[in-house]
T-cell receptor
Framework: DVKVTQSSRYLVKRTGEKVFLECVQD?????MFWYRQDPGLGLRLIYF???????EKGDIPEGYSVSREKKERFSLILESASTNQTSMYLC???????????????????FGPGTRLTVL | AQKITQTQPGMFVQEKEAVTLDCTYD???????LFWYKQPSSGEMIFLIY??????QNATEGRYSLNFQKARKSANLVISASQLGDSAMYFC?????????????FGTGTRLTIIP
């Protein structure tokens, strides 16, 4: 079974703190993703990575950065946490694509259990 | 830009009845895919079903089926014979590829509650 783990289920931080959220997958997936989930807004993509040391901005990258030094690990960093970053954060991974504009067989994203972050 | 719309924030359904969760999408891509995920109260996202834009048949997985109407840009999830364990958030998502880098765009979700 694919397993995606996240370092914490619940986290409470203070405004201005630097926050690290860690995600590890054990299935040798090329792609990894960070989302935040807020009521009424669904899941929104923050950053994703399709290879080690590669990263791409998602839809809401402001206030966040990421790091992928090893294939199995993808970290989300809040350089200076703010109260509007209180949210549920979900990590996901998937196999790499075949390339090109045509989609090949689907590669579902496997999700971790989520980290509920509260910034006070 | 890709967009997914789920217009039902919440639904209440009697146990054993069938339920349809609505999903419409907007994209200019010719090649795309549509996923449905379930999120129980535990928080983990569970993949349910997938439909590719070129698939001629509607996808089915056990009690789940996807009513895909390409011309109307809709991809509704149908759950037959609902069970109490189906109570959860349900998200529709669209998969698109930009030179091989795949992304998912999610809708806002529907909270389904099954009533005994």
């Amino acid at each position: 079974d694919v397993k995606v783990t996240q370092s914490s289920r619940y986290l409470v931080k203070r405004t201005g703190e630097k926050v690290f959220l860690e995600c590890v997958q054990d299935m040798d997936h090329e792609n990894m993703f960070w989302y935040r989930q807020d009521p009424g807004l669904g899941l929104r993509l923050i950053y994703f990575s399709y290879d080690v040391k590669m990263k791409e901005k998602g839809d809401i990258p402001e206030g966040y950065s990421v790091s992928r030094e090893k294939k199995e690990r993808f970290s989300l960093i809040l350089e200076s946490a703010s109260t509007n970053q209180t949210s549920m954060y979900l990590c996901a991974s998937s196999l790499g694509s075949l390339g090109g504009s045509e989609l090949g067989p689907y590669n579902e994203q496997f999700f971790g259990p989520g980290t509920r972050l509260t910034v006070l | 830009a890709q967009k997914i719309t789920q217009t039902q924030p919440g639904m209440f359904v009697q146990e054993k009845e069938a339920v349809t969760l609505d999903c419409t999408y907007d994209t200019s891509d010719q090649s795309y895919g549509l996923f449905w995920y379930k999120q129980p109260s535990s928080g983990e996202m569970i993949f349910l079903i997938y439909q590719g834009s070129y698939d001629e048949q509607n996808a089915t997985e056990g009690r789940y089926s996807l009513n895909f109407q390409k011309a109307r840009k809709s991809a509704n999830l149908v759950i037959s014979a609902s069970q109490l364990g189906d109570s959860a958030m349900y998200f529709c998502a669209m998969r698109t590829s930009n030179f091989g880098n795949e992304k998912l765009t999610f809708g806002t979700g529907t909270r389904l509650t099954i009533i005994p």
